[in-house]
Every structure is written in C-alpha cells, then in structure tokens.
C-alpha cells in the first residue's frame, strides 16, 4: 500500500512557474513507475508525464513536452513536476500516481489505468 500526497499547486499568473511534489509513504517509490495527470472542470482526467522506477526514461503528453519536466528523487520517496511557461488552460487539478506494473517499455504509462495508486490532487490555477 502506498500513499500519496501532491503539493506545491496555487494561483499563479500566466508565464509564471510552479513545481509540483508528489511525496509517498508506506512502500519505497523506488518499485513505481509514476506518473501526473490532470483534469480540468468538465473534462476528463488526461495524462501528463510518466517516468520509470529508476528516473532513466520519461514520457510526456505532446502538447506539454518542452515546458513540463517530471523528475523523482528516491532516496526522498518524492517526485516532482516543473511547470514553465504556465497558461491558463494548465488550469486543474493535478494528480500523482503509482503504477506497480512491470513492462518493457513506458508508454503503457499513459493510460490511467495502469495506476494503482493516486494521490488527493493538488490545484493549479492559472490566471490571464
């Protein structure tokens, strides 16, 4: 059993940069693959990176690929989301989630439905 809990979400205007940490407890984070999605009001929860358990390969969401950035620290048990260059349709809630699964590659990873575990959410709110 892991637990999750994201923080580091708030107001920000447009432009500005904000890192998200997704901290877990009960299991090391080092036997998950991890992942951030999102899901704005209305709109379906949509993935936004993955990275395997050892940090060495990521996947992002092509529309979001050279302004987020999803790194872990697993000595921390934490993992993180740099968002730059914020706009306001980056506004929802973000979430961090654990995926157990072993597979020879990370694009299964897109799919929420490989997670295990999810976090509460964090709200990111971004303004004009």
């Known amino acids: 059993q892991v637990q999750l809990v994201e923080s580091g979400g708030g107001l920000v205007q447009a432009g500005d940069s904000l890192r998200l940490s997704c901290a877990a407890s009960?299991?090391?984070?080092?036997?998950?693959?991890m992942g951030w999605f999102r899901q704005a009001p209305g709109k379906e929860r949509e993935f936004v990176a993955a990275i395997t358990r050892g940090g060495g390969g990521t996947t992002y969401a092509d529309s979001l690929k050279g302004r987020f950035t999803i790194s872990r620290d697993n000595a921390k048990n934490t993992v993180y989301l740099q968002m730059n260059s914020l706009k306001p349709e980056d506004t929802a809630v973000y979430y961090c989630?654990?995926?157990?699964?072993?597979?020879?590659?990370?694009?299964?990873?897109?799919?929420?439905?490989?997670?295990?575990?999810w976090g509460q959410g964090t709200q990111v709110t971004v303004s004009s």
């Open positions: 009960g299991r090391t984070l080092s036997t998950y693959t």
């Open positions: 989630a654990a995926a157990g699964r072993i597979s020879a590659t990370i694009n299964p990873f897109r799919s929420p439905g490989v997670y295990d575990y």
